[in-house]
């Protein structure tokens, strides 16, 4: 029988030798339609580690441009192969240039970055929110997390305390980049984060009525505080306490209601209604 011959295998059925580096190169900076498909073919039937292959591809996806579609066909079909281990490494490589606005994200969707190292890339989004310097840069986080995703219950516990809740703590701009991926904890792992995350929303929109609202709604929607109750006070008071008020509030407060109640069984007021 004869050997197959396969972009792997030469005509004789041993395996074939790799494309010298300098030749990929050239193939990427020449960015003709044979050029690129002559890649991805490579991308695919070579099944390099990812880090090369990214290496290479370097002057096409750098200053943000989009991947190019053969590359993103080529990139998912191999990225199922790729190890955990591989995909953290990849994660490593563009964790800065993402956060920075350098990368684009087409990038990081075609990389399947979900099955990365949980403990790494968990390590990785922590510190790159703690490094980030502006709004933009921590909704990229966050972009990050959405895609990554660690689903071990103690990174996701991490990185709630660690990422979303002080996102919170940012001020009202940074609330609403938090209330953009509430989908990243409406899952809290636990009883115990689930009532940190609740009590920080309600801290973070509290004065601000377009901001409750939607927070009202958001955690009503996902079965965190009754609906049937979700307009009769602020989702700040729902989440917080009444004892957070200050004591002359509160004592007015009290002393208002006691007196309609007062008012309300009084013979003259039962005549009147």
């Known amino acids: 029988m004869s050997a197959v011959q396969s972009p792997r295998t030469d005509c004789s059925g041993r395996r074939a030798a790799l494309p010298e580096k300098n030749t990929l190169a050239a193939l990427v900076e020449a960015e003709s339609d044979t050029g690129d498909e002559a890649l991805a073919a490579w991308i695919i039937e070579f099944d390099p580690d990812p880090t090369i292959v990214f290496e290479l591809l370097e002057p096409r996806i750098d200053d943000g441009q989009r991947l190019p579609d053969r590359f993103l066909r080529a990139?998912?079909?191999?990225?199922?192969?790729?190890?955990?281990?591989?995909k953290a490494d990849l994660l490593t490589k563009f964790v800065e240039p993402f956060v920075n606005g350098t990368l684009d994200e087409t990038v990081i969707a075609a990389t399947s970055l979900a099955d990365a190292d949980a403990e790494r890339a968990t390590e990785m989004l922590i510190t790159a929110f703690e490094s980030a310097s502006n709004n933009e840069q921590r909704r990229a986080v966050m972009q990050l997390w959405r895609e990554v995703n660690p689903s071990?219950?103690?990174?996701?516990?991490?990185?709630?305390?660690?990422?979303?809740?002080?996102?919170?703590?940012?001020?009202?701009?940074?609330?609403?980049?938090?209330?953009?991926?509430?989908?990243?904890?409406?899952?809290?792992?636990?009883?115990?984060?689930?009532?940190?995350?609740?009590?920080?929303?309600?801290?973070?929109?509290?004065?601000d009525k377009g901001l409750e609202k939607r927070a009202e709604k958001m955690l009503?929607?996902?079965?965190?505080?009754?609906?049937?109750?979700?307009?009769?006070?602020?989702?700040?008071?729902?989440?917080?306490?009444?004892?957070?008020l200050p004591g002359e509030w509160l004592g007015l407060l009290t002393s208002r209601v006691q007196g309609r109640r007062r008012y309300s069984t009084s013979p003259d007021f039962a005549r009147q209604t």
């Open 220 to 244: 009503g929607d996902a079965g965190w505080i009754s609906k049937k109750r979700a307009g009769s006070r602020s989702v700040s008071n729902r989440c917080g306490s009444a004892s957070n």
């Open 152 to 207: 071990p219950a103690t990174h996701r516990r991490k990185l709630i305390d660690r990422v979303y809740i002080p996102l919170l703590e940012g001020g009202k701009d940074a609330t609403r980049i938090a209330l953009s991926f509430f989908a990243l904890v409406r899952d809290a792992p636990t009883q115990a984060a689930r009532d940190r995350v609740k009590k920080a929303i309600g801290a973070a929109v509290a004065g």
């Open 75 to 86: 990139v998912r079909t191999t990225s199922a192969s790729w190890t955990p281990s591989q």
